[in-house]
């Protein structure tokens, strides 16, 4: 079981895992190594509810190919066990970010004591340019 927040969690089963050997520098490691993962989340056939399946495709993702598969591959560390994690956290931070609900702004008022000071602030201040004004002999 894969626990994305205390609402949504996922089955095992839902997501694909596969070692593949990784690009770049590295010498023989990487020449002999499956050290990469490359992570498969199908979004339509998981257990997540419509709401949350809807935001996921409308994240508009360059990850998320056209049958609606999100494909993670992590290839930043030297070792396979990290890398797996590594791809579960970027899935996890993946939902968690498109799930995500703002709360509705309220709008608000400035109070009355507020507004009272403001007003007195911008009649001192006026009263002060006032007196640099040019004196009259």
Not at 27 to 53: C, E, M
Not at 77 to 87: C, P
Request: charged share 30%.
């Amino acid at each position: 079981m894969i626990f994305i927040t205390n609402n949504i969690s996922l089955n095992d089963d839902e997501v694909e895992i596969h070692a593949i050997r990784a690009q770049g520098a590295g010498g023989q490691n990487v020449n002999k190594v499956s050290s990469a993962i490359h992570l498969r989340f199908d979004i339509s056939a998981s257990s997540l509810s419509a709401s949350n399946k809807q935001r996921l495709f409308a994240s508009k993702d360059s990850r998320i190919s056209k049958d609606g598969v999100l494909i993670l591959k992590a290839q930043q560390f030297r070792t396979q066990e990290r890398n797996k994690i590594d791809a579960f956290e970027r899935l996890k931070q993946f939902i968690i970010t498109a799930t995500y609900i703002e709360k509705a702004r309220k709008p608000t008022k400035p109070s009355n004591n507020a507004r009272r000071k403001r007003m007195d602030n911008k009649t001192q201040r006026g009263r002060t340019k006032v007196l640099r004004g040019k004196v009259d002999i």
